[in-house]
């Protein structure tokens, strides 16, 4: 029954009306009570659980009491054959009659257990347990015993427990539903199985030996989190999503494993054995003996240390060594030779040829096993570059740079690219499910049809209302009194906030102003202002307080935040510490993010979709989070503590694997016992879950692979793999297309909801304009409205929009005008002025070629630039300016400097400079051309290209783009590009500011933390060993002068030497009481640890600055002035030890700058120290400020110093803490602060470990590229990271960061910061950069859809796609008029054209290729390779054979098919390698192995009989016209910023690969601008974000930090390749330039600029138009109709056509065409002709059509021809109408207009395939004589039916009047004779034709019902 309660919801009311219906209808069925009560009560259940999820019933509990706990629904399931049904709780369930045969369920027991695992606090104790055991196993110590502290209570006592009661619950499960026979038991949800394979693995490493035997099954344990995922729906749903996605993308895994097999094999037959290569110090082995003089003997051919590989691109030339390689290598000239034979003796240790870099024993193209996994990295573009490199060297440039290029493009930019596409097209259908069971659900339960998106926006709204007015006037004020008053109207207006907006502004300001090294002077500034910052906001505060209330402050998110900072600072200020909230300060920046959404309508949008975005996906971050945390566990039971290794940076040798820490490190705190172990580990928890995220990211992946299978063995690369594929390929590829998607939803939303209110906007200005009656200010065209609606979004621009429209009428009066101005070119050129016409004349030349007409200026044009553009590519720097060629190219470019002057001059006079329609200015094309044109005139003007000339003669690369505006193609793509920006300038901002916060908070915690001592292999004590307070004694000379420098000469610290040594068997410092004597007479010894010592250096500008006071020039000589005074870098040259008798008398002063430069001295900053417990001066003649700054400072200078020391945050910060001011230790340190400040330019002061370091003659250098100095290095490393580029560098560097002038130390806050990086990388490089990806694919899309045909309709586009699918084909059966043929031919082409024979030769082609891929070097048997040339050779017979019986059987007709081309050329080549090198016995064996390279292409041929892949391949054919012009734009851009590459950096300074000193990473002999070739690839390759910003930071590099390194750099200014060439090249700085980079006013910014706009714009933009376009490709590829209908008719057409004539009988065409139908319909069609049997004639058949009524006879087509028969063309386009007409035959008139309405290109190319289709018609046909290609007269069949049809109507007629006449001469003579009455027919029966009969209507095409016949035509 019903509830009896007083109140009485509306669904309990309804619950009462269904039953009373339900039971009416129930009982008229069956008479069963019990079963109508069940229905009852059901529907009852059903309504309440509805009622209680909508919340309208006013009493839970008493609904809840309604609910019984267990109730059987059907007690006589058995007689109905169902199964029994309970409602438990509620819900219903279908259960087995008895679970595991025992348990029935009528039985108390079972329904007890049923109760209790369906109750909702049963599931929370599962997931509770499911917690507990993550958390255990998250905590596990795997560097600790297994039975020591947790983990021996994990493995004892919890991991039992657990696994009792997961046992527990799986028996309690299978006794309530049954374990798997019936229909929802328990093993029938998928779900159940991961529960019941972890319970199973977890009891079987119980039993007795499987701990140890079974140890792989604890892997299951790690699968135990994932349980939770079936206690909420909402991951259920989305982990469907990711399980719906793999079979779809089995296709792709088809390609992707096609292509790894292409390429492997293609790698393993052309570069297998290339990784063995190395250079030898002899060119042959040499026989010595193994013990020096005596005894064995063996080879010796040792390595000469050469790290590059050679036998390609190159041959040892650097080192002056030979290439050598195996015995059986395939290059004959690089095995070695054995003088006498080899004589079985072994090679000596290290001389036997193998792979130098431990990695190459992973990777190479030996087998195909390491083919597939280069090809597999190279598709993930990590490290693919290195492997392209090394194949470069080893093998060929030009072959590998071709292979590696077609790799990326194919299986990263495509491949990939499609997984995309799929996983979209998987994840948009799960969306479109879940949306209708969603509105079905919310019809269901009364939630108004509100979504999950409607309840985020509301809550958005709601937030956002909160912050829109903090004071409202119109509200009660919280307390009535006149203050509360007073700050209400304060705080309500605009001025008060924007005042406060400028104060945060003005802080965040001054937040950036923090920089490292500390400027005090500033920062006492600072300070000051802080102090000011925070007062105005405490006044905020209180005026805010006072006008909100307390309470209503706190509840404002908002205002609380803001007040919760504010009073964080004011605490720090009373306590007198800064401490870690000091960076929250940085979070007011989002109070200026929300006031400018306010004023920016567009960008609020943004804004709220992306927090909207943000929080529809929470629920797949969980479950990221959850893959992660699974991930996790189970690399931990495969890799923990087992990656340690000799070398972790190589990974060259596995020490000590299992143990827990490195060997030696006994006694050591953990963060110095893991040299041996490389930062990606699996050794703990957090260190695996950094490393799996790591590689979800892609970042360095690659050498966590290398790791993994150097500690485990090959077979575990497989476990990486699967990582990359299911994180990367799949799983970012759904949050990918989730972000994308649900951003374009809430954007819709939003901007609709947006137009709303601009529309009431728009009508509230308009009335109050009417009402106030305006008029004088309302625009002629109506848009004041706008304005006016726009006001409240732009407050504060009124006065410029009022001058803005000043200057816009002005400017329109002026245009529209009738006269002068307009019209006027230059004010005095009219349009009829003579010289204006000829130049438009000019302009406007056109050249008719054909149909075509070009306009010669703009080709000549456009043919200079192309020239020109090669030119500049050509030239260089570099370049020799005597050398002919460069003459040449250089005088060119004057001529075509002078002809676009020309052309530019001509536009002026043509077009004007700003007024008229179409004026020069007005284009942006026009604009780029006249500033290159700009720059040429300055360029030929000047006479000298140094400075600013030279930096403006950059802009000459420009050139190239002006293409873009002579090509329509182009300027399609540019636009898009241009379209995207405004949506990307909001989201740049947005990433700006997001940036900027990002950039304040990690300068706070890391400026100058970066930094390092560079031990190298040395072991030096720091602090860590010596204590905090301990300084080292030195021994200094009594004077510095020239003479005492000689120490010094040699690059290293200089100039004293330490007292006593390093003791580390006792780890102390001995001997340091010892006195100085001899050349170094004076003791010094800093007081204290942070007392400063000095690094003195010389400035590279001095004497060129004018800087004072100015060191002696004995000790900082002046610079090099001309490049006759460089040093040589030829090879054995060094500044250092050169012999400088040879040299000239400006190559001295050269040295000597050099050596000055780079000269690094430690000396005391001012000379102070404690001695005997004084202050001593002793050491102030040798101190950095006596030497170096000589003349005493100024009173003013030193006030400045005293005060700056006293408040220096670092210096002396112990020495003088509290107490200790007074003391003699702070007085010195003070002083030493002083002498320093005092000499600042050229004393740099370290303390701590810093000092330490530099007193050992070290240095202390960053750890990383990057850094966060200051606010823009700090931004700039955040873009860099952002970029998924070193951010694990930097990750592990904050990490490791101590404090200033320490040494960073391993792990040192590494759960902080690495959550932190984490958290930042998920937000930037996951969230932010993907939403810029889905921009411009939305963008692209949109701009795809506007430039589309708008007046096709859907069927005019099917139409137009089959008509240019079906005259595309080249032929349609390669061998026509078999008839004709003699019989052998006949037969043996129905043999070759059989499917047996096709499968045959594809079985052949396959079983080839796998053969091929066995190629194993070396060979693993001695007649390993003989079997495979067997092979070869067999396979080149059958391929042999396969060519002659074509040949025979198609004749000429062979040549017709390409394919038959490309293996017929296959045939030849390698029947000709075979002969010649099996015949005339020639080694061709290179040769040979391209062309059987070739075979493997015939692979493709497969592409036709797998569907599933072909449609993937016409996806990337279908891309490949609209991705040209992409590329082009790609190439453009990639030719611009390569010319912009080599006039900038062709000269700078490289490394080699392995630089010792670590200058340079990756701008090497590789990676560099030398010229056009190089800097293209080296483009390519960071257009793939392969270490972009390495090269960037080693260009930045300017002459401090070479002369801080110990190196130098030529200065940029004496580079003279024009006029000093011979000077450079005789200093070898041509062929080894080391220039340091040109600077603009001093800075080295061009770099920044450089690399930062080409990865914005080519990686960010670019590359993802190129994505869009592949996708675009896939969309249209994956579905090809038109295609399969022409395959459909050519097939059906050889049923009819055996013998190849290409035309039919028009009976049998018609029978064609409706089996057509029916196929294609893969159904059962009605049929339209129903011809009755196949030799039916032509007349018989055209009766029957003729039955057909005329609007259906209209659709026909047929063209029939003279001698009555219908070529295959023209019946396949009948079936083609029919299918696009579909069942509307109404859209036939959209057919016969698609012509009309097409593009005019479209049409022309339509026409022409066309023309060529009939063409190909005619010489298929024969006439009546035998003639061939004749055309004969053709009638259409529409019009034969109508002629038929009217012939018909007119015998009809006469018939009917006819028998009118016989009827009334009948009645006539029945009348006379008395029988009138008898039997004659009416004349309505006699005109009237018989109707057929309903079965033998005829029905047209896919159409069910029968056609009527047209009505007979009526009697005159």
């Known amino acids: ?78 007689e109905s054959g169902d199964m029994p049904r309970v409602c438990i709780w509620g819900k219903q369930h279908d259960v087995c009659e008895k679970s595991l045969y025992l348990f029935h369920i009528k039985g108390k027991f079972r329904e007890r257990v049923l109760r209790l695992v369906t109750q909702p606090s049963f599931d929370h104790f599962i997931l509770f347990l499911i917690l507990l055991n993550s958390i255990g196993l998250m905590v596990y110590d795997h560097r600790a015993p297994d039975n020591s502290g947790f983990n021996g209570f994990q493995n004892n006592i919890l991991d039992l427990v657990l696994t009792i009661l997961f046992t527990l619950e799986f028996i309690l499960k299978v006794i309530a539903w049954g374990l798997i026979m019936d229909r929802g038991s328990y093993l029938r949800d998928v779900w159940n199985w991961l529960d019941f394979v972890v319970v199973i693995s977890a009891l079987l490493s119980l039993l007795p030996g499987g701990s140890d035997g079974l140890s792989f099954l604890r892997v299951f344990r790690a699968l135990r989190p994932l349980r939770s995922l079936n206690a909420v729906p909402q991951m259920k749903v989305l982990v469907n999503t990711v399980i719906g996605s793999v079979p779809r993308l089995g296709n792709v895994t088809a390609v992707g494993a096609f292509l790894f097999m292409v390429f492997g094999v293609i790698g393993v037959t052309l570069m297998n054995g290339i990784f063995d290569h190395q250079c030898k110090t002899t060119p042959a ?103 392209m490199y090394k194949v470069q060297d080893a093998y060929d440039f030009w072959i590998s740079t071709i292979y590696f290029t077609l790799v990326i493009t194919l299986t990263s930019f495509f491949l990939l690219n499609v997984a995309l596409a799929v996983v979209d097209e998987a994840r948009a259908e799960f969306d479109e499910e879940e949306d209708a069971n969603g509105e079905d659900g919310r019809e269901d339960d009364g939630t108004g049809g509100k979504t999950l998106l409607d309840k985020e926006m509301a809550l958005l709204d709601d937030l956002d209302d909160d912050d829109q007015d903090v004071v409202d006037l119109d509200e009660e004020p919280w307390l009535d009194c006149g203050l509360v008053h007073i700050c209400r109207r304060i705080a309500s207006t605009d001025l008060f906030m924007n005042v406060i907006m400028l104060f945060i502004i003005a802080n965040v300001i001054t937040m950036m102003t923090e920089k490292f090294p500390v400027d005090v002077g500033e920062q006492s500034t600072i300070k000051i202002l802080e102090m000011i910052f925070l007062g105005v906001f405490c006044i905020e505060m209180s005026i805010l307080v006072s006008a909100l209330g307390p309470k209503k402050y706190c509840s404002n998110p908002v205002t609380a935040f803001d007040g919760a900072i504010v009073l964080v600072a004011v605490f720090q200020e009373i306590v007198g510490a800064s401490g870690p909230f000091t960076a929250l300060r940085t979070f007011r920046l989002f109070r200026v993010l929300n006031k400018l959404a306010n004023r920016w309508p567009s960008f609020k949008v943004l804004l709220k979709a992306m927090v909207l975005t943000a929080i529809s996906l929470n629920y797949w971050l969980i479950l990221f989070v959850l893959v992660l945390f699974i991930f996790t566990l189970m690399c931990l039971t495969f890799f923990a503590t087992q990656f340690h290794f000799n070398d972790p940076d190589t990974f060259d040798q596995v020490l000590n694997a299992g143990e827990f820490w490195c060997p030696g490190t006994e006694g050591l705190a953990d963060n110095y016992r893991q040299d041996c172990i490389p930062r990606a580990n699996f050794d703990t928890f957090l260190q695996g879950f950094v490393t799996i995220f790591q590689i979800m990211t892609g970042e360095n992946w690659n050498t966590v692979m290398y790791a993994g299978m150097r500690s485990k063995g090959w077979p575990f690369a497989l476990i990486f793999a699967f990582l990359i594929l299911f994180g990367q390929t799949l799983f970012l590829s759904i949050f990918l297309s989730m972000l994308m998607s649900k951003f374009d939803k809430v954007s819709d939303n939003l901007n609709e909801k947006l137009a709303r209110e601009r529309e009431k906007e728009k009508e509230k200005a308009k009335a109050k304009l009417k009402t106030v009656n305006s008029k004088d200010e309302l625009d002629s065209d109506d848009d004041s409205g706008t304005e006016q609606a726009e006001a409240p979004y732009s407050k504060n621009v009124g006065p410029l929009r009022k001058l803005y429209k000043k200057g816009a009428r002005f400017y329109k009066s002026i245009t529209e005008r009738d006269g002068w101005p307009n019209g006027y070119a230059w004010f005095v050129l009219h349009t009829t002025n003579p010289i204006r016409v000829c130049c438009n004349w000019i302009l406007n030349v056109e050249l008719k070629i054909g149909d075509d007409r070009i306009k010669l200026f703009d080709n000549f044009i456009l043919l200079c630039i192309l020239v020109s553009s090669v030119g500049m590519a050509y030239d260089s720097p570099m370049r020799d300016p005597k050398e002919g060629l460069t003459v040449a190219v250089r005088q060119a470019d004057q001529v075509f400097s002078i002809i676009f002057i020309i052309e530019m001059g001509l536009k002026l006079l043509a077009l004007g400079l700003i007024w008229g329609k179409d004026a020069y200015l007005k284009s942006g094309w026009n604009c780029l051309d006249s500033v290159v044109v700009v720059v040429s005139i300055v360029n030929m003007a000047s006479a000298t290209s140094s400075g600013f000339l030279k930096t403006l003669r950059i802009l000459r690369a420009f050139r190239p783009l002006r293409v873009i505006s002579r090509n329509e193609n182009l300027k399609v793509v540019v636009q898009t590009i241009f379209a995207s920006l405004p949506h990307l300038l909001t989201l740049v901002i947005v990433a700006l500011i997001f940036l900027l916060i990002f950039a304040l908070l990690f300068l ?32 200094l000379p009594a004077v510095l002068n020239a003479a005492g420098l000689g120490s010094c000469q040699t690059g290293n610290v200089c100039p004293g030497e330490l007292r006593g040594k390093w003791e580390g068997s006792n780890s102390s410092w001995v001997g340091g009481n010892s006195s100085c004597t001899g050349e170094l007479p004076i003791a010094f010894q800093r007081p204290t640890g942070d007392t400063p010592i000095c690094v003195a250096r010389c400035w590279s500008d001095h004497g060129l600055t004018g800087r004072l006071p100015e060191p002696p ?23 250092w030890t050169v012999d400088r008798k040879n040299l000239t008398a400006d190559e001295v002063v050269g040295i000597d700058f050099v050596q000055a430069m780079s000269r690094l001295m430690v000396l005391p900053c001012g000379g102070t120290q404690l001695v005997d417990g004084r202050i001593d001066t002793n050491a102030s003649v040798v101190s950095c400020a006596n030497v170096f700054c000589p003349e005493p400072a100024s009173e003013e200078v030193q006030k400045s110093c005293e005060a700056n020391c006293k408040d220096e945050p670092a210096f002396c910060s112990n020495a003088c803490d509290g107490l200790k001011r007074a003391s003699l230790e702070c007085q010195s340190c003070r002083k030493e602060c002083e002498a320093m400040c005092r000499c600042r330019d050229y004393c740099e002061p370290m303390i701590k470990d810093a000092a330490l370091c530099l007193e050992q003659g070290k240095r202390w250098m960053p750890t990383i590229s990057q850094s966060f100095d200051n606010i823009w290095l700090a931004m700039l490393t955040l873009f860099e990271i952002s970029t998924t580029e070193g951010w694990v560098d930097v990750m592990y560097a904050a990490t490791d960061k101590t404090d200033h002038y320490v040494q960073p130390k391993r792990e040192n806050e590494a759960v902080a910061w690495t959550l932190v990086m984490i958290f930042y990388m998920f937000f930037s490089a996951m969230f932010i950069i993907n939403l810029s990806v889905g921009v411009i694919v939305d963008q692209f899309m949109m701009m795809k859809t506007s430039n589309q045909t708008v007046m096709l309709t859907e069927t005019q586009k099917a139409w137009v796609n089959s008509m240019t699918s079906l005259y595309s084909r080249s032929y349609i059966v390669n061998l026509t008029n078999l008839h004709e043929k003699p019989t052998h031919q006949r037969r043996l082409y129905s043999v070759v054209n059989s499917s047996k024979f096709d499968n045959a030769i594809m079985a052949a082609i396959v079983v080839n290729t796998l053969f091929m891929a066995l190629k194993i070097y070396p060979n693993p048997y001695p007649a390993w390779d003989d079997v495979l040339q067997a092979a070869n050779y067999v396979f080149a017979g059958i391929f042999t054979c396969e060519c002659i019986l074509k040949l025979i059987a198609l004749r000429g007709n062979y040549f017709r098919d390409r394919w038959n081309l490309f293996d017929f050329s296959c045939v030849v080549a390698t029947g000709i390698g075979i002969i010649v090198s099996e015949i005339f016995k020639i080694n061709i064996s290179s040769v040979t192995s391209v062309i059987r390279i070739f075979r493997i292409a015939r692979l493709f041929k497969l592409l036709r009989f797998l569907k599933g892949l072909n449609k993937i391949f016409m996806a990337l054919l279908l891309s490949l016209p609209k991705l040209l012009n992409v590329l082009l734009i790609l190439l453009l851009l990639l030719t611009l910023y390569a010319i912009l590459g080599v006039s900038i950096f062709s000269t700078a300074k490289r490394g080699g690969i392995l630089d010792p000193d670590g200058n340079f990473k990756d701008l090497d002999v590789h990676g560099n601008f030398k010229d056009f070739i190089w800097a293209f690839i080296t483009l390519f390759r960071c257009s793939t974000g392969e270490a972009w910003n390495e090269i960037m930071h080693d260009l930045a590099k300017t002459e401090t930090d070479f002369y801080k390194a110990g190196d130098w750099c030529t200065p940029d200014a004496l580079f003279d390749s024009e006029d000093k060439f011979e000077v450079l090249k005789s200093k070898c700085l041509i062929s080894n330039p080391n220039v340091c980079v040109q600077t603009l006013m001093g800075v080295n910014i061009l770099p920044y600029i450089f690399w930062c706009s080409y990865t914005l714009l080519i990686t960010f933009i670019v590359m993802n138009l190129v994505i869009a376009v592949i996708l675009e490709g896939y969309e249209d590829g994956k579905d090809s109709p038109a295609s399969e209908v022409v395959d459909i008719c050519i097939r059906l057409w050889l049923r009819y056509d055996p013998e190849h004539r290409l035309s039919l009988p028009l009976g049998k065409t018609l029978r064609f065409i409706n089996e057509a139908l029916k196929e294609i319909e893969q159904g059962e069609s009605s ?36 001698n009555g028969r219908v070529h295959f063309v023209s019946a396949c386009k009948q079936v083609m109408r029919f299918v696009c007409m579909g ?134």
């Not at 190479?364 to 570059?385: K, P, R, Y």
């Not at 020039?1113 to 500044?1135: D, H, I, Y």
């Open 1 to 78: 029954g019903l509830s009896k309660d007083s109140w009485r919801s509306p669904l309990d009311a309804f619950a009462e009306l269904a039953a009373a219906a339900l039971r009416e209808k129930t009982s008229a069925l069956s008479a069963d009570s019990s079963n109508q009560h069940s229905v009852m009560l059901t529907l009852y259940i059903w309504i309440t659980e509805k009622s209680k999820a909508a919340k309208v019933h006013p009493d839970d509990s008493k609904s809840e009491e309604a609910v019984q706990p267990f109730i059987l629904l059907n007690p006589n399931y058995a």
């Open 285 to 387: 082995p040499v026989l010595t003996f193994i013990n020096g003089t005596a005894g064995p003997q063996c080879w010796s051919w040792p390595h000469n240390g050469d790290e590059r590989l050679c036998g390609g691109s190159y041959n040892c030339e650097d080192t002056k060594g030979y290439c050598g390689a195996k015995e059986e290598d395939p290059s004959p000239e690089l095995r070695p030779v054995f003088p006498g034979g080899k004589r079985d003796f072994p090679w000596c240790e290290g001389s036997e040829p193998g792979k130098q870099n431990p990695e190459d024993n992973l990777i190479h193209f030996d087998h195909i096993g390491g083919a597939f996994l280069i090809v597999f990295q190279c598709m993930t573009l990590e490290g693919w570059t290195d492997i």
């Open 1004 to 1035: 706070q915690y890391m400026n100058g933390k970066f930094l390092a001592c560079d031990i190298g292999d040395d072991t030096i004590p720091l602090m860590r060993e010596l204590g905090e307070t301990f300084t080292l004694p030195m021994c």
């Open 1113 to 1135: 020039e004995w000790l900082c000589p002046k610079a090099m002035t001309k490049p006759e005074q460089l040093p040589s870098v030829c090879p054995g040259s060094n500044v």
């Open 1727 to 1762: 049929e339209l002709f129903k011809t009755g049997s196949s030799d039916q004639s032509d007349a018989d058949a055209l009766a029957q059509v003729a039955q057909i009524p005329m609007r259906y006879v209209a659709a026909l087509d047929v063209q029939v021809e003279e």
């Open 1783 to 1916: 069942d509307d035959l109404s859209t036939m008139e959209d057919l016969a207009d698609v012509q009309s309405k097409l593009d005019k290109k479209e049409a022309a190319k339509l026409q022409r395939l066309a023309d060529k289709a009939d063409s190909r018609i005619i010489k298929s046909t024969k006439s009546p004589e035998g003639a061939e290609g004749v055309r004969r007269p053709r009638t259409s069949l529409k019009d034969e039916v109508a002629a038929v049809k009217l012939q018909t109507a007119v015998k009809m007629s006469f018939l009917a009047k006819k028998a009118k006449r016989d009827v009334a001469n009948r009645k006539a003579s029945q009348v006379a004779d008395g029988d009138a009455d008898q039997g004659a027919p009416s004349s309505s029966a006699l005109s009237k034709p018989a109707e057929p009969d309903e079965e033998s209507r005829p029905e047209g095409p896919l159409l069910r019902d029968p056609l009527d016949q047209d009505p007979a035509p009526s009697s005159p």
